[in-house]
């Protein structure tokens, strides 16, 4: 059965604390669509529409099958709204994709029998055969059902020459509500694949060990697709920017050579520290990098081997010294609460973040997600405090409530290293929002403090309405930073 019009839907996602979730992945999707010359349309209910309005865009368009992106994040939400859909348009064909199916896999389709197909990892090729009606059997990364039983068909080839696939220009996304281009950088996927081991990573589930690469001149065309329609600020969204220093090298050089002037580029998902050098990241900052953050994870070498991270501390120290003195804006990343981490342990993961002069230190709960090493530990050990079931859904990766303990860290004092961290994290936020609102004076610090809040932070940006009123304030107020 050929799908000759996908309605593409990006789900709400209420409680969260951003104005819109953005899915630069329904934007690959929605581009090989049009390239392979399907009709789609697109709703992204992150915005705030509601399923009456996703009634209306259906009853309009008449999509012939709905592509729905799932994130584990509220999935049980997702769930609902993919159940309502078939209740109500039973001879739709719901297909579902994202990070949730490539984890979870044929149990997505056991527990919510309203989806009819799921797509594994990489989603261009297998949503084209299914759309132009290839025989299910054939196409590989596909999830589907076959009489009372659900099938997989094994996981696709990675797509080597990520060049021949389209970059997304979300002609029919409403990107002007997501994403404003004088404050907020579009995202730009430069790359797929994660080769290393981190024990509480799931990634190497949606998008493979195996990494590959767009080349640098292929980068450019999208850079500069994005330039001549007013955008200056990007944010490459890799999990392994700089793996390869050369590809690097070589597209720092193309971008000085270009037209593409006073760009604002940041690597805000983060990169490896030995992945990176002081020349490099000299030639990054000339060529517009002015962000970067650095995968911390924990403050000794300790921990860092017990997490697999194959990076010594004295390695990431040097990268974040040198990025302070090259004057980038640097954020870190840390968890809180890993495996053989004690109360003395995390200490010095606030050491660090007191001894640079660093933007924001993110510190996490960290969660134990299925198909890694970490689960595998606890459930052996017995240690979980929630149901995966539960936090997976709730996804609380800023909440103080542990999700398990370990013999190092029971849980009244996870509890404890949890508020403290989350106080940590607040503090240097606090510190950065005042860099960037200087020029506002005594009022900049006080909006500061105001916007960092565990008030502000935990509760008025899980309200809809209040989160809508702060970032037009933001907005307003960051519009020249």
């Not at 060049?163 to 995202?187: C, G, H, M």
């Not at 996804?395 to 508020?419: C, G, H, N, Q, S």
């Not at 008025?460 to 304030?473: D, G």
Request: charged share 30%; glycine share 6%; net charge positive.
């Amino acid at each position: 059965m050929r799908h000759e019009r996908i309605l593409l839907v990006n789900p709400p996602y209420p409680g969260r604390r951003v104005k819109s979730v953005f899915c630069a992945g329904l934007g690959y999707i929605a581009e090989i669509l049009d390239h392979s010359g399907f009709d789609y349309d697109v709703l992204d209910m992150s915005l705030g529409y509601t399923y009456q309005d996703l009634k209306r865009k259906i009853n309009k368009f008449s999509p012939h099958s709905i592509g729905v992106s799932v994130m584990t994040y509220m999935y049980k939400n997702t769930y609902d709204l993919v159940k309502s859909i078939k209740e109500d348009y039973p001879d739709l064909d719901i297909i579902a994709g994202g990070p949730h199916i490539s984890l979870f896999r044929e149990k997505v389709l056991l527990d919510c029998p309203s989806i009819d197909y799921g797509v594994v990892m990489e989603g261009e090729r297998t949503i084209v055969n299914l759309c132009r009606g290839d025989s299910t059997d054939t196409i590989k990364g596909l999830i589907f059902r076959r009489g009372g039983s659900v099938v997989y068909n094994g996981d696709p080839l990675f797509i080597k020459a990520l060049d021949t696939i389209p970059f997304p220009r979300y002609k029919k996304f409403e990107l002007s509500r997501s994403i404003d281009k004088d404050i907020n950088a579009l995202p730009v996927v430069s790359s797929r694949g994660c080769p290393f081991d981190c024990i509480y990573c799931p990634v190497k589930c949606s998008i493979g060990k195996s990494f590959r690469t767009r080349s640098p001149g292929n980068i450019i065309e999208e850079l500069t697709y994005w330039y001549e329609r007013g955008f200056k600020r990007f944010s490459f969204a890799d999990d392994n920017f700089t793996l390869i220093k050369d590809r690097v090298y070589t597209l720092c050089d193309l971008i000085q050579k270009s037209n593409l002037k006073d760009l604002k580029l940041s690597c805000d998902n983060g990169i490896r520290a030995d992945k990176v050098n002081r020349d490099l990241l000299k030639i990054m900052k000339e060529a517009g990098f002015y962000r970067i953050a650095f995968g911390v994870e924990a403050g000794n070498n300790k921990v860092l081997k017990s997490l697999k991270k194959k990076e010594s501390i004295e390695t990431i120290k040097s990268r974040i010294q040198e990025s302070c003195d090259l004057g980038y804006d640097v954020d870190l990343f840390f968890l809180a609460g890993s495996p053989h981490e004690t109360w003395q342990d995390l200490q010095d993961s606030f050491k660090i973040v007191s001894d640079y002069p660093i933007g924001t230190a993110y510190f996490y709960n960290i969660i134990p997600f299925p198909h890694t090493e970490l689960f595998d530990w606890v459930e052996k050990n017995g240690r979980f405090l929630k149901s995966p079931e539960e936090y997976l859904n709730e996804y609380p990766i800023l909440d103080v409530d542990p999700l398990f303990e370990t013999p190092d860290m029971p849980y009244k004092e996870r509890k404890k290293a949890l508020k403290h961290a989350f106080k940590v994290m607040r503090k240097t936020m606090r510190r950065s929002w005042a860099k960037r609102l200087m020029r506002y004076g005594i009022f900049g610090e006080f909006l500061a403090y105001i916007y960092t809040s565990k008030f502000i932070q935990d509760t008025v940006l899980r309200n809809k309405v209040l989160r809508k009123v702060i970032y037009k304030t933001a907005n307003i107020c960051f519009s020249h930073s």
